[in-house]
């Protein structure tokens, strides 16, 4: 279907959203005829998200690529590896919900039927990020009973939708694991917000941020500056507040907002009047959707601006923090022998972005919840099976992702995962620094 220029809605494979997509929408393809080549039991899950972008987006066509090809190579390793089991078999349909998930109404409503055979629809997978557009398509699914598996979901005001399980930790869990960081080597921090209403993300990290890093030690100093991603002149509000960003001498600015602003922001710091007073500049996930220009980070770390974050996986954890996660949860991504591993797939991609690695987790997650549904027999299961299934995946179920092991509390959050603290190199590139818990 067509909306506002965009063609939006439901395929296997078949129709290309985005000519970087093609790769990967046809390797989707092609497992799904295997599967029904197969004549086994099959079931369906769907990776609901926005494969076509414009400039009011938060994420890049690279990161649409990149959660594709992280929920391919589950549903492949699913259908070709025994993982939890070998049956049923899982097809994968691509949901495309439009720039800015405007067009989730028609696209939930689709998934929907698709609960009926001979789709057999039984979860959700993906879902964008944490916006209002995702929030009602979220609130929708799960009223209809649909579980649904975010891959980079982070908002912690998302713990309140039923149905939903989050492989990432949330923003608090973020704004922990890096205030817990920092607090040994800085004492004043400073917020920066977007106080945009359409999005979740800023709000809940700024009051994540606030709630961890103060204590008797250490304090948020001057007034929070504000700024709304809605409006225009967003680089003109950063050149504004430089003036009190200086005056209140913080040691550390804490940027609550989206990566696409990010680089704005870092660009008007490094010209700031207070050169002589380093800052760090900490932030959350979101870091990997922004573009930095030629020379901005160099420029940056020579005006004493450093960029520190939290990313939701990271390859380069898995060597630096072996004891943190299981080889047989990461060697789809890192072995070089292997013919459908992502390095063998899809040679001129990178995981430094984190989609791939959690669109895998959310889609492997939904394989185990549909296998342990249907016991030994292999049989074809309902949504309504999968729901009853989902609240067994902890403990001594929980999955084993690549992100590291995933046990949900009864909210549906992952609890105690492992958190990379990174910073920003002089040619833009991430250096792993940390690992925490969320």
Same mark, same amino acid.
């Given at each position: 279907m067509h909306r506002d220029g965009e063609c939006v809605g439901v395929t296997d494979g078949s129709y290309e959203f985005d000519p970087a997509l093609a790769n990967v929408q046809r390797r989707i393809r092609e497992e799904n005829e295997d599967v029904l080549r197969s004549k086994k039991p099959y079931v369906t899950i769907g990776f609901f998200a926005q494969m076509t972008v414009t400039e009011k987006d938060s994420v890049s066509m690279s990161w649409v690529k990149h959660q594709l090809q992280g929920a391919y190579l589950a549903q492949y390793r699913a259908n070709h590896d025994r993982v939890a089991g070998d049956l049923p078999r899982v097809r994968l349909l691509i949901a495309n919900a439009g720039s800015q998930i405007a067009a989730w109404e028609p696209v939930v409503d689709e998934l929907l039927a698709r609960t009926a055979a001979p789709d057999h629809l039984v979860a959700v997978a993906g879902m964008g990020t944490s916006t209002d557009n995702a929030r009602k398509a979220m609130n929708r699914l799960s009223e209809r009973g649909i579980l649904m598996l975010g891959s980079t979901v982070t908002s912690d005001d998302l713990r309140t939708i039923p149905n939903l399980l989050r492989m990432a930790p949330t923003n608090s869990g973020q704004a922990k694991a890096v205030a817990s960081y920092i607090k040994p080597k800085a004492h004043k921090a400073l917020l920066v917000q977007d106080d945009s209403k359409s999005d979740l993300y800023p709000a809940t990290l700024a009051r994540s941020f606030t709630d961890h890093f103060p204590d008797q030690d250490h304090e948020l100093v001057g007034q929070t500056e504000l700024y709304d991603s809605s409006l225009p002149s967003v680089d003109n509000t950063f050149l504004q507040m430089m003036p009190n960003i200086c005056n209140s001498k913080p040691e550390v600015v804490f940027f609550a907002g989206r990566g696409k602003h990010l680089a704005s922001f870092v660009t008007q710091l490094t010209g700031r009047r207070c050169q002589e007073h380093p800052i760090i500049v900490l932030t959350g996930d979101d870091v990997s959707t922004a573009v930095f220009g030629d020379g901005v980070v160099r420029r940056a770390l020579e005006s004493g601006v450093e960029v520190v974050f939290t990313t939701l996986a990271h390859p380069e954890a898995w060597s630096r923090e072996p004891k943190a996660f299981e080889k047989d949860a990461t060697f789809i991504f890192v072995e070089k022998i292997c013919s459908y591993c992502f390095p063998s797939a899809f040679p001129d991609d990178a995981l430094e972005d984190?989609?791939?690695?959690?669109?895998?987790?959310?889609?492997l997650t939904g394989v185990f919840a549909i296998r342990y549904s249907t016991g030994k027999t292999g049989?074809?299961?309902?949504?309504?099976?999968?729901?009853?299934?989902?609240?067994?995946?902890?403990?001594?179920?929980? #999955?084993?992702? *690549?992100?590291?092991?995933?046990?949900?509390?009864? !909210? =549906? &959050? $992952? #609890?105690?995962? *492992?958190?990379?603290?990174?910073?920003?190199?002089? !040619? =833009? &590139? $991430?250096?792993?620094?940390?690992?925490s818990t969320a």
């Open positions: 984190a989609a791939a690695i959690m669109a895998y987790d959310s889609v049989d074809v299961v309902s949504a309504k099976d999968v729901l009853q299934t989902k609240n067994r995946l902890h403990t001594t179920m929980s #999955v084993p992702g *690549a992100s590291g092991r995933l046990s949900f509390d009864k !909210d =549906g &959050t $992952a #609890v105690d995962k *492992a958190v990379p603290i990174m910073k920003l190199r002089a !040619d =833009g &590139t $991430a250096e792993f620094l940390s690992l």
